[in-house]
C-alpha cells in the first residue's frame, strides 16, 4: 500500500499472509499509550521496534481516516472482492 503524507492511498496491492500477534496487546491499552494516559505495556517492551511501528500505524490510520468511506466496506475473498453496505446507525 502507498500512502501519501496527506494519507490518500495511491497504490495498493492485496496478498494473502499469515500474521501471528506476539505481543498480544489489546486495544484500549494501546490507545491509551498513543494517547499519553498510560505506560506502555511490558509485552509492548519486549519487542524492540513495537513503540516506533505503533506509532507510525497511527499516524497513517489517523491521516487515512479523512479518505475513509463510513458506508461501505469490502469483504476479501480469494477469488473477488464484494463491496457490502454497512448498517447506519
Request: proline share 4%.
Amino acid at each position: 500500500m502507498t500512502v501519501e503524507a496527506s494519507g490518500a492511498v495511491t497504490a495498493s496491492d492485496l496478498y494473502r499472509a499469515l500474521v501471528v500477534n506476539r505481543a498480544k496487546l489489546a486495544y484500549n491499552g494501546v490507545a491509551r499509550w498513543l494517547e499519553g494516559a498510560a505506560a506502555a505495556a511490558p509485552a509492548q517492551l519486549a519487542v524492540d521496534g513495537l513503540d516506533r511501528q505503533l506509532r507510525i500505524q497511527d499516524s497513517v490510520a489517523r491521516r487515512s481516516s479523512a479518505y475513509a468511506k463510513p458506508t461501505e466496506h469490502w469483504i476479501w475473498t480469494p477469488s473477488s472482492p464484494h463491496r457490502c453496505s454497512r448498517a447506519s446507525g
